[in-house]
């Protein structure tokens, strides 16, 4: 350890963790220029292809705040190396997979493998960086590998499809989790919060993860069913029973899985919904450009990548921008600013047609909103992990996490159902790019509201005579 007490191996871990939070993220949307072929080689009917993509996210989604307070309870060094050994084998899984069920149950245990591997990869960055501009500055870089993730799914997606075939966009993911596995024991320290107790919620856990899968169901099916279709209604209202069941559990658990004193804190709550709705952003306006710009303008998967780098790349400027601008104004103006960014970039995007060329056409959009992506998620992540008790950073970094998938797969849905509702592709487009503004703006809205500055913190009396602040009292109490 060094003399400041803080881990030497820090910054050398941190990438190593990062590297986690690229493949995961990734893993989320690189099938979809694969699924043609996918189709084709294994004989799904009936869009049954689309599972391919929509497995990973419910078993994502469904999940992750049991991965998330797992790394909490376990310690989240053991948590994130078990995930990342399933991670290793779910992927040889799917890329031998010999049938689209094979396929198709092997994308559901890769994402539960990335639902234990995100939280407590987020926890131990959390751990190992002190609170202020160190850790902001560790967040801006785990933001801006998430972000660029997101996109470099695309470019990364086409090329290994066209050049070696669609088992690759899963073998890609082999020598990533053996390099994790090698170095993880190494580099990582346990991550256990220090006199945390191991009791666990069976009951919350099950309510939870049953309400959570529902609405990931729910959502990715109703662009194929309807709205208003029984089966999303059904999957939906499933999940609001299951919500209200966890709620209750938890409030009369002697050791809930969520406990309810993690909401008291505004930027918490305030953090994971503008993370949701970042999240609902960069993935319906990153669908809509990618068939946008192969339906419309005839980008090949490798052009479409190469046209669209400047996302990511102006999302780790937004990111380090952010990084540097909280740390003087705080984190609401930043998280304000970023929704703004993005709504913008998708109000230009949303002027395209059928003559609009790369310059004209997508180049201010996508720099406006890369910009904007990466300012939020940087924002978001600093209020709703700074909002929680030590105790409960895996929990939070769980939280933080599913906020961002669930929000990414209601923004794909949103934008499908646009796209297949309007006539004509340039309409479709125009009005998908269009109802992402109306989501930023909801999150400028709640930034603003939310992410106040915490009052001065005065000392008070804690349990067993310990001193904590008064914020800290209300937060774990």
Do not use: H
């Amino acid at each position: 350890m060094a003399d400041d007490g803080l881990d030497p191996r820090r910054w050398a871990a941190l990438a190593l963790l990062c590297a986690a939070n690229f493949m995961v993220i990734l893993d989320a949307q690189i099938v979809l220029l694969a699924l043609p072929s996918i189709e084709r080689d294994l004989g799904f009917s009936g869009g049954g292809e689309q599972w391919v993509l929509s497995a990973y996210l419910l078993g994502f989604g469904g999940l992750m705040l049991l991965g998330g307070r797992a790394a909490d309870l376990a310690g989240g060094r053991r948590t994130f190396l078990a995930g990342t050994t399933l991670f290793l084998v779910s992927s040889l899984l799917c890329g031998f997979a010999w049938t689209g069920g094979v396929l198709v149950g092997a994308r559901v245990a890769q994402g539960i493998s990335a639902a234990l591997m995100a939280p407590s990869a987020l926890a131990l960055v959390t751990a190992m960086f002190a609170e202020g501009p160190e850790r902001n500055r560790a967040l801006a870089i785990w933001s801006s590998v998430g972000g660029f993730g997101a996109t470099a799914a695309l470019l990364a997606g086409g090329t290994l499809t066209g050049a070696l075939g669609w088992p690759w966009v899963f073998f890609l993911n082999v020598p990533v989790a053996v390099l994790l596995l090698g170095l993880g024991p190494v580099l990582l320290g346990e991550g256990r919060t220090a006199g945390a107790v191991r009791a666990y919620d069976p009951a919350g856990a099950l309510t939870v993860t049953l309400a959570l899968s529902a609405a990931v169901y729910g959502i990715v099916r109703a662009p194929e069913t309807g709205w208003a279709s029984a089966s999303t209604l059904g999957a939906l209202g499933v999940a609001a029973v299951a919500g209200a069941l966890f709620v209750r559990i938890e409030a009369r658990s002697a050791a809930p899985l969520v406990p309810l004193r993690t909401f008291r804190s505004r930027r918490l709550t305030g953090g994971n919904l503008v993370m949701l709705l970042t999240g609902a952003g960069a993935f319906g306006t990153s669908f809509a450009v990618s068939q946008y710009a192969q339906g419309v303008l005839g980008y090949s998967p490798l052009k479409f990548g190469l046209a669209t780098a400047v996302l990511p790349v102006m999302a780790v400027a937004g990111s380090y921008a952010a990084q540097a601008a909280i740390g003087r104004v705080d984190v609401r103006p930043v998280a304000m600013t970023g929704m703004a960014f993005m709504a913008a970039g998708c109000l230009a995007l949303g002027q395209v047609s059928e003559g609009s060329g790369y310059v004209s056409g997508l180049l201010p959009g996508l720099v406006l909103f890369g910009l904007g992506l990466g300012s939020s998620a940087v924002s978001a992540a600093v209020a709703a992990l700074s909002g929680a008790s030590e105790r409960d950073s895996g929990l939070a970094s769980g939280l933080n996490t599913a906020a961002f998938q669930l929000g990414g797969a209601l923004g794909v849905a949103v934008a499908s159902t646009v796209l297949v509702s309007r006539t004509g592709a340039v309409p479709g487009f125009r009005a998908a790019f269009d109802t992402s503004p109306g989501i930023a703006l909801a999150g400028a809205l709640i930034a603003g509201l939310l992410l106040a500055r915490p009052p001065l913190r005065r000392r008070v009396p804690g349990p067993a005579g310990v001193t904590m602040s008064k914020e800290e009292s209300t937060c774990d109490t």
